[in-house]
Structures are given as C-alpha cells and as structure tokens.
C-alpha cells in the first residue's frame, strides 16, 4: 500500500473510514448493477423489487392503463436501494473530508441518496415505457425464448421478457396450462392472446 494513502487514510477519523469503505463497497455493485443493464441481464436482478400492485385482467381500460402505469413505478428495487446507499456513502464520506460537521454531512447525504433512489426509478420506469411502447404486434414474438419478469400466479396473469420486433420488452403473459411460473423461469411464447397479451409454457416442458 503506498505511504501516501496511509498516511491519508489514518487522517481520517473512523465515520469517515467507515464511510469511504462502504462507498467503496457500493461504488462495485453500482457499476455491476449499470453494466449489467446494458447488456440485457437486468431481468433477472429485479426479482427482489417491491411492487405497489398488478393488474391482472387482460382486458384494459383508461382506468386499468393508469393503475398498471402507477404500479410498474417502483421505487424500492435492487437498482434503487443500491443508488441510494451508493450516493449516501461517498456524499458522507466526501462532506466529512471537507470539513462538514457531521450531522450536517449525513443529512446532505441522505438527500443525495433519495434523490438517486428516485432519479433511478424515473429512469427505468421510463425505460420500460419506452419498450412497451414496441409490443404493439406481439406475433413477432412467438416461438421466442423469454424469462417470467413478475410471477404468473396460477389460472393468472403476470409478465414476461421478450424480444418484440427485435425490441426487448416487457409483455403481459399468462401460462398456456395455467400453472404457477415464478419469476425467471424461461419460458417460450406459443400464442398471442390479443394486443398485449401472450400465452407461454416454460422451456423444459418443450424438451
């Protein structure tokens, strides 16, 4: 370890170590947590999200399009929490280096926390906006491979990950002997069921 950064990292006081080591900590998963967003793998990570609803009918009105609107914002998710502690610790530990009393730093930290929290969950609230926005012909889909994104409950509705028209999108789906499939199963589309709906039967059932 080089003499420079002991000799910095013993000038700090223990709160400070603390917080530095732990902005370290989820400075990691952050990035692990963006990249693997960038390369599609993100459907698996969102199985701990907490979800403040579903909407299970297959037939939508104005009212049903709103209230599924309302519940696919979800602010506490793996990627949110992560944002929060990531942007808390280093505003912590960097408030404290510059002199901030302490509360005053943990309090600006907090703040920065739940601004990403929140900033995160806009993002990719509006993401997958943005990709249900390409199911509107969902026999591209069929005979695809897909992963179950939120449970299908038995004799119910839940939703699933697919490419549409070579789009990855989040697509409402029910299973084809209407048996439980809980989230990241894969799973393979047979049938469209109308515009935003689609039948699946798991991968292994097929082999």
């Not at 602010?75 to 002199?99: C, D, E, H, K, P």
Request: glycine share 10%; with cysteine.
């Amino acid at each position: 370890m080089p003499e420079w950064f002991s000799n910095w990292w013993n000038s700090l006081t223990p709160l400070n170590q603390t917080f530095y080591g732990a902005a370290g900590f989820f400075g990691i998963l952050f990035l692990w947590q963006l990249v693997a967003a960038l390369i599609g793998m993100s459907g698996e990570a969102d199985v701990g999200e907490v979800d403040f609803g579903d909407v299970h009918d297959v037939d939508y009105d104005a009212g049903a399009e709103a209230a599924e609107s309302i519940a696919s914002f979800k602010v506490l998710s793996i990627r949110s929490i992560i944002s929060f502690f990531t942007l808390f610790t280093w505003g912590g530990a960097l408030y404290l280096n510059w002199g901030y009393p302490r509360q005053t730093a943990i309090t600006y930290s907090v703040l920065w926390g739940l601004a990403g929290m929140f900033s995160v969950a806009l993002i990719f609230w509006g993401l997958r906006k943005l990709t249900k926005a390409g199911t509107s012909d969902l026999r591209t889909c069929i005979g695809k491979p897909g992963t179950v994104y939120l449970d299908i409950p038995e004799d119910g509705m839940g939703e699933v990950r697919v490419t549409v028209s070579g789009v990855v999108s989040y697509v409402k789906a029910r299973s084809a002997d209407g048996k439980e499939l809980k989230a990241g199963t894969p799973i393979r589309v047979v049938r469209r069921l109308d515009q935003t709906t689609v039948e699946v039967v798991p991968v292994e059932e097929e082999e």
